[in-house]
């Protein structure tokens, strides 16, 4: 009964964690690393694997196509190369947006972070050294450690994605459970050698 009771309050514990405490950005914080900005010839978007209709974006798709327009507005970057199953539909919002279809590069084939790093080494022959890669905060711990494991160098370029959840009462359970999903994303890369 003793053990039944500690588990209840462990569990009623962690929703009260993530509520009142900044534990979910502070974890946000920590898997998106070195926050610089940096700019270059070529940047990385990396699609999200949570698309429920393939003629629309995710949230997280979408969002991941809004901040590279804008780091493409501020300047800098000749190429946007996007990355996995929703790449036609981010190249396709980016286009509406002003970037030149010349700029905009696809690979549509890669169904995971480690496809797409994959894929992405295999191109970068073409490149110059080091292209930025854009993805979520949450994402970018994983991301950059797949493409060094394939053999590709990139410059993280994190941008608020749960953090900002994280900021609203509302929005902290929902990056909570994105940051445990991510982590056991993480373990499995781990344990396969991904990264």
């Known amino acids: 009964m003793k053990s039944a009771w500690r588990l209840l309050a462990v569990g009623g514990a962690i929703p009260l964690l993530v509520l009142v405490t900044p534990l979910t950005e502070w974890w946000a914080r920590a898997y998106a690393g070195d926050w610089n900005d940096p700019s270059g010839e070529t940047m990385i978007v990396l699609a999200a694997g949570d698309e429920y209709d393939p003629r629309l974006l995710s949230y997280s798709s979408y969002l991941r196509t809004q901040y590279a327009w804008l780091a493409w507005k501020a300047g800098g970057f000749a190429k946007i190369v996007v990355s996995g199953r929703a790449a036609p539909n981010m190249a396709d919002n980016l286009i509406a947006r002003g970037v030149p279809a010349a700029a905009v590069l696809v690979e549509s084939q890669s169904v995971s972070t480690r496809d797409s790093a994959e894929a992405l080494a295999a191109m970068a022959g073409k490149w110059p050294p080091e292209p930025v890669l854009l993805t979520s905060d949450y994402h970018m711990y994983r991301a950059r450690r797949a493409f060094e494991k394939a053999g590709l160098r990139v410059r993280p370029r994190p941008f608020p994605d749960a953090i900002k959840a994280a900021q609203r009462v509302n929005g902290r359970w929902t990056a909570f459970c994105?940051?445990?999903?991510?982590?056991?994303?993480?373990?499995?890369?781990?344990w396969r050698g991904w990264t």
């Open 178 to 190: 994105l940051l445990v999903e991510e982590t056991a994303k993480i373990a499995a890369y781990r």
